[in-house]
Each structure stands twice: as C-alpha cells, then as structure tokens.
C-alpha cells in the first residue's frame, strides 16, 4: 500500500514536467540576457567609439589605421586557429593510439614453467651465482622399515590358513 501511495499520476507527472519547463526556460532567458550584457560590456572595453571625420584626408587616414588592425587581428587569429589544430590533431592521433593499444593488445595466458632453484638464481644473477641450492640433498632421509606381520598381511593368501595363523595368537591370549 506504501508504494501506491507514492506513486504519482498521470496528470501530476504532467504538472511537474511542465513546470520544470518553464523554470528550465526562464534559467536559459536569463542566462541568454547575461552572455549579451558581457559582450556588450567586452565590446566596449576593447573598441573605442567611432568618430568620423568630415574631410576626405581624414577618412583616408582611418581607412588604413582600420586595415592596420584588421590585419594584425587576422594575423593573431590565424596563429591562434593554427596552434588550435595542431593540438586537437595531436590529441586525435594520441587517442587513436590508445584506442589501437586497446584493441590489438591481448595479454598473454602465462605458462607454468618448471624451474629448478638453481636455474632461477642462474637467472636472475646470471654469472654469479655460484651457490647450489640443492634443497633436496637438505632434506632429512627418511628409510621406512617395513614389518614381517605387514608383509603377510598384505600378501593374504589362503584364507584357511589366515584363519589358523590367528587362532594361534587366540591361543596366546588365553594363556
């Protein structure tokens, strides 16, 4: 019953989409209006207000300075549009390299390798080594003694006389 409680209808769905609309255009309006008064106030800083002369000489005269600065912006443009793309080329080319690392590279399964100690130390010192890890002559030797009443336990043959070899200790036991 919790669950359908907080589920929302249709039409309330609805209001809400709505009016996240409206607040989701009047942030855009405002932030539009913002960005204009920056430019204008940039536009501004950066060019001083025009005065035309009224003489021909005069007008020639600011027709060359305008060309000047033309110049020197496209310029200063053009070096500036030139490193841009030498850079976003670096960095296609470098992820593409990383894209082909990617794709290409499968790491090997590593095999098990059986190696002696005196082989990895041969390895890793190389030349040098002269210690011989011989760890099994290290080992303690152990002989096993195997017994006479094992040996006929094992080697059961006749059940008959299996029989009769433990009546025989019975015997023992009793006396």
Request: charged share 40%; proline share 2%; hydrophobic share 35%.
């Amino acid at each position: 019953m919790a669950a359908n409680e907080k589920r929302l209808s249709a039409r309330r769905k609805h209001t809400l989409k709505s009016c996240m609309l409206v607040v989701a255009n009047t942030l855009l309006e405002n932030e539009a209006s913002v960005k204009a008064k920056e430019r204008e106030t940039f536009l501004k800083d950066k060019i001083p207000p025009l005065e035309l002369p009224y003489s021909k000489d005069e007008l020639i005269e600011l027709c060359e300075k305008l060309h000047e600065q033309i110049d020197m912006s496209e310029e200063e443009r053009y070096c500036l549009e030139f490193k841009l793309n030498m850079v976003l080329e670096e960095v296609r080319d470098l992820n593409i390299k990383i894209v082909d690392l990617r794709g290409k590279f499968k790491r090997p399964r590593l095999k098990k390798v059986r190696m002696s100690a005196d082989a990895m130390l041969k390895a890793l010192l190389g030349s040098k080594h002269t210690v011989n890890m011989d760890l099994r002559a290290n080992l303690k030797q152990v002989k096993k003694e195997v017994k006479e009443e094992d040996k006929q336990l094992r080697d059961v043959g006749d059940w008959r006389k299996n029989i009769e070899d433990k009546s025989d200790r019975k015997k023992m036991f009793d006396s």
